[in-house]
């Protein structure tokens, strides 16, 4: 009997959460199972996702951000399946690849015109990693400044400039001379670089974890000090970029150079990890300068052919499909019509993004008794309250969206980029009816409130 996947699934449909629970993290497992979104799904297509009983699912994470062109795309399949019957020469080591080269030009048409060479790794923890070895030999400084907030990866170099400290505990010691300072503050950046030790400051340009946005002038601020003190500008668009914000990269809309932009997750068109370096002709040439140094760095799978038929497939449909106007478009209505009904509910605070990488966040009511309830919850675990929303608009309306960080009253949305008219008001239908509820403290989206609670206080014991 040949070997068949499809078999395996079909065999093995229902033991998801026991091989998981038996074999790798059980903590997830029970994560899923007491919010309650312990789904089999058996189906995914574009921005759906569909369970055993073929319920529809909008999907308003993409694997945080990675199917930004939805889910098994034809396109990428199509190019997957033409590159794996082709018989194409593959990682030979001593050799350079064609697909690549063609990636790379791809990309840097894309960026500020003084990004002219690319670096390719598997993932973007690792372009992290790339870009503060890169920055640290050209520059022969050691330290790094990154934001409070910031999230950059996992590895120990990507987790020394994590400003999420649950993140870090526990892993120390981290990397020395890394620099923590406020997002969005000048004052504190040239301040740290004043110092003239600092190889570079890395910097997501929208904030993934709250989906924090830079005043107007803060990164051309940033390019200035840095140019100033001779460190390099690091824009970190493994999240934001690659069509995410409405403009190719996030930093389009402010209009500033960095000497490296970092990507991953979204070019990897969901199927094979992929990640990148953009960078200067300086800097690229600094790290590679002599022909002995031609592999001071890399990564073993990094280039393959696989990847970068993903890659160039992804950026095809991007153009193809008008997923960054698409992504502008419906990002601005949906912001904007949340906007506009804040004042309809005392716990809607606001709105805000860019494109489709969009925050909701909540406060504190006026009412005495919202605000009482309220209080509870934030006794109980601060930024409960957001899990009242997550939890009704996944049971009772089918959309999958997270808590945006540790401790935030703030939903996170970060659909793929073909949203439609039709997706665009189950999302306003559903936050609508789900925020009215939590205003009703009678009812039972408050019951959930409570024994969400209850079970807080009871991990915290």
Known sequence: MSFSIAELFSQNFDRKFDLHEQYLNHQMVRVLRTIGFDRNYKKAIGQYLYDQDNNEYLDLLSGFGVFAIGRNHPTVISALQETLTLELPNLVQMDVSLLSGLLAKEILATTPENLDKMFFCNSGTEAVEAAIKFARYTTKRSGIVYCDHGFHGLTMGSLSMNGEEIFREGFGPLLPDCISIPFNDLSALEQALSSKQIAAFIVEPIQGKGVNLPDDDYLSGVESLCRKYGTLFVADEIQCGIGRTGKFWAIDHWNVKPDMILMAKALSGGFIPVGGVAMTTKIMESVFNRMDRAVVHGSTFSKNNM???????????????????????????????????????EFLKEARGKGLMIAIEFQSPKSLSLKAAWAMLEAANKGLFCQMITIPLFKEHRILSQVAGHGMNVVKLLPPLNLTEKDRNWIINSLDKTIADTHQVTGSIWTLGKNLAGHALKNRK
């Not at 095809?316 to 499909?321: A, D, F, G, P, S």
């Not at 904007?336 to 009904?341: F, V």
Request: hydrophobic residues 45%.
């Open 307 to 345: 990847a970068m038929a993903a890659g160039l497939a992804t950026l095809e449909v991007l153009r193809n499909e008008n997923l960054i106007e698409n992504s502008a478009k419906i990002g601005t209505d949906i912001i904007s019509t949340l906007n506009n009904s804040a004042n309809q509910y």
